[in-house]
């Protein structure tokens, strides 16, 4: 079961509940939802490409493979409100325990299935389209690239979608962001995008997001001062 803060859905009642106000409220932040439709549906067409073998192979998400990742992604979009809360509930408003149980519900599916299941809910549903559907394009573009890094298939990201995900993750409660963060300046040189204050880290924008959402595998792709602390808070 991957750590909590490995993956992007709300950890707490009461984020989940202000996840409900802002779904109701996307005039008070920017639509992201044609971002995040693209970002799935490029995530299914790459899919339509794997073989069997590459299905079953590890992700960056540790303990899931690749088709767990996919099952994950459109996991909350399923669900209505009610059902989500129960679910939280359930869990004991535990993000891993929802997240797994997700997982272990799509596992009964096969893989042309869970594709078939991601193009359906390409348009992002219910929890997932919470601060403009920040949440659905953020948690996309990093399971894609939890599954590219993985299987070793890069890819050009689209930057309008990278500096997207890059202005919510350090506010992303779900997301390690804001503590990796912490002290420091990230610095993208491939886009326009940088945030905070600090010893600098820099490099491309993927591996900036990957990085601070808790992947180690793009600490290759960075440098600068503030590396090593970014380093050791990734490892602890």
Known sequence: MPPADLSVPFPDAGAVAEAAIWTRASDRVADLSGLATEERRDLADY?????????????????WS??????????????????????????????????????DEARRLRTDELVARLRAHAVPRGITTAFGCAVALTDGLIH?????????????????RLVAALEFAPRARALPAPANLRGLR???????????????VRGLAEALLVTLAGRPHGLADLEGPGLDTLAARLRS
């Open 66 to 103: 690749v088709r767990d990742v996919v099952g994950h992604i459109a996991s909350y979009d399923v669900l209505g409100w009610p059902a989500l809360l129960a679910l939280f509930a359930r869990s004991g408003f535990s993000l891993s325990r929802c997240n797994q149980a997700g997982v």
């Open 144 to 160: 894609h690239q939890d599954i590219r890094r993985a299987l070793g298939h890069p890819r050009t990201v689209p930057q309008e």
């Open 186 to 200: 990230a610095v993208a040189t491939d886009v326009n995008w940088a945030h905070g204050t600090g010893p600098e």
């Open 47 to 63: 899919l339509d490409t794997l073989t069997a073998d590459e299905w079953e192979r590890p992700s960056l998400c540790p303990g």
